[in-house]
């Protein structure tokens, strides 16, 4: 009976530090989990705040059209530079340093937005640490038409 207490003494005192290899173990792949879910939300975030300005700086271009009255009816023509003009102006108010990379209208009615902006990680990334960029684009028609 002694040597069974002593073999058991034994072995206890033998896995003592194993505990410590494995909470330190855990405790990294927590840190690493933590630091991948930041990097992930603020890249959505990014986005789609990047979604938004694309949508609002369509919204604004499709304002630039110019008026044309033709037998009795009020017609809203829209072109490529009052679209990038109000697109642009729009963006460099709220954008963040995005800026616009096309701006037009395909028939004359709807305007057509892209934006680009940089995201750089919040935190430590080791898949992209120089960051990435980010692009949108959205389409808005006159309402006049």
């Known amino acids: 009976m002694r040597r069974l207490h002593r073999r058991i003494v034994r072995t206890a ?5 194993s505990v410590l290899l494995l909470t330190l173990g855990y405790a990294a792949l927590a840190i690493v ?7 992930a939300t603020s ?3 990014a986005q789609k705040r990047l979604d938004g300005l694309a949508d609002a700086a369509a919204l604004a271009g499709a304002d630039g059209y110019t008026l044309r009255v033709e037998a009795g009816r009020i ?19 709220v954008g963040d ?3 616009v990379v096309t701006a037009g209208t395909a028939d004359g009615t709807s305007a057509r937005v892209t934006v680009r ?3 750089h990680p ?3 990334s080791l898949f992209v640490p120089d960051g990435l960029a980010l692009q949108a684009t959205a389409t808005s028609r006159t309402a006049l038409n």
């Open 33 to 39: 989990a933590i630091l991948v879910c930041v990097n």
């Open 122 to 124: 919040p935190l430590l």
């Open 97 to 99: 340093g995005a800026v």
């Open 13 to 17: 005192r033998g896995d003592a530090g």
């Open 43 to 45: 890249l959505y975030l």
């Open 117 to 119: 902006a940089d995201w």
């Open 75 to 93: 017609h809203a023509d829209l072109d490529d530079a009052g679209v990038r003009d109000q697109a642009e102006a729009l963006v460099a108010v």
